[in-house]
């Protein structure tokens, strides 16, 4: 499943981000070091609910 991640309140990305968030690059060091750092917060999914 991929992870989806957001800006953290109060936090400014360079270049921008989705505010409905987006997955980040794996291979790409500024944004690894984004969520290392907490300026980029994974979004939990919405739990579902199932309906019969």
Request: glycine share 16%.
């Given at each position: 499943m991929t992870r989806i991640?957001?800006?953290?309140?109060?936090?400014?990305?360079?270049?921008?981000?989705p505010e409905d968030g987006r997955p980040i690059n794996?291979?790409?060091?500024l944004e690894r070091n984004l969520v290392r750092d907490g300026d980029l917060v994974e979004v939990?999914?919405?739990k579902t609910t199932k309906k019969d």
């Open positions: 991640y957001v800006a953290a309140d109060g936090r400014v990305i360079p270049g921008g981000w794996e291979l790409s060091q939990k999914p919405a």
